[in-house]
């Protein structure tokens, strides 16, 4: 990435919007840059029958500076505890803590949050910026079987799928944060537990039956580097208000040029 930036600096590589796209046509346009950028880390943690040894991923987790401040407490003194808001850890438990190491995985939806709880405890202050400890837990469990997706490839028969899958694990970190510039300059956070699944063609088998696999995710604070600009996987399902994407706005201007270029009489048909 360094070498990238020395090739932006140089006017050899660009960092502009494509050409025609309108103002806030991707998320990418959307980074939070006074908000809270996470890079995160998943892996299977070491077991016993372990096939592939050391398969991770990685993807990115975006705050608002608003949504930010409510991983801190209102009070600053030494002590002081807060909840940190519901919305923001069950991002972290629906998007974030999913079984993705070995590929792309479906993320958990509202109803499958078992447990979703984190508090944020100030540690020490030194002038304006203060130390957060955090501890919580977060469960889901979900059943494949609401996911279109899902649908689509237990019909056609590329299967095995899973039919139940879900998460379980503790939540640990710590974090600094600057009261008077009201960002975060420091902020780890890990998981570690266990994701469990069911494929359906064992549907007939005990519900106790599952494949566990111990699973971890390391979340640290991002660098401001171009390559977090890339859009968290399910950054969609956020609830932000979703932009205008360049494939709609093309859309629209073919369509109109196609349009005008009919004559009238026939457009009327």
């Known amino acids: ?14 960092t502009a919007r494509v050409s025609g796209a309108p103002e806030g046509s991707r998320w990418q346009h959307f980074y939070p840059r006074d908000g809270l950028v996470l890079h995160a880390y998943s892996r299977y943690l070491p077991h016993e029958g372990e096939k592939r ?18 991983f801190v407490p209102a009070d600053t003194a030494v002590g002081a505890t807060r909840q940190v808001d519901a919305s923001l850890i069950e991002r972290l438990a629906r998007f974030s803590f999913v079984n993705n190491v070995a590929c ?17 405890r100030v540690t020490s202050v030194d002038a304006d910026v203060i130390d957060l400890r955090f501890e919580g ?33 503790e939540v640990l970190g710590t974090a600094r944060y600057d009261v008077s510039a009201g960002r975060f300059i420091d902020f780890e956070l890990v998981s570690l537990g266990e994701t469990w699944t069911r494929p359906w063609r064992s549907s007939e088998a005990p519900a106790g039956d599952r494949r566990r696999t111990p699973l971890g995710f390391s979340l640290s604070l991002g660098g401001g580097g171009l390559a977090e600009t890339v859009p968290p996987a399910f950054v969609e399902l956020y609830g932000w208000e979703r932009p205008a994407t360049i494939r709609s706005t093309a859309r629209k201007s073919v369509t109109a040029a196609a349009r005008k270029s009919v004559p009238a009489k026939t457009r009327t048909l």
């Open 1 to 14: 990435m360094a070498k990238w930036d020395e090739l932006v600096e140089a006017g050899v590589a660009t």
């Open 53 to 70: 040894p050391g398969r991770r991923n990685t993807d990115y987790v975006w705050f608002t500076a608003e949504e930010a401040r409510g």
């Open 104 to 120: 792309l995985s479906l993320h958990y939806a509202a109803e499958d949050v078992r447990l979703a709880e984190l508090t944020a």
């Open 137 to 169: 837990r977060t469960e889901t469990a979900a059943s494949s079987s609401r996911h279109r997706a899902a649908r689509w490839m237990r019909v056609a028969g590329t299967g095995p799928f899973v039919s139940e899958r879900g998460f379980s694990g």
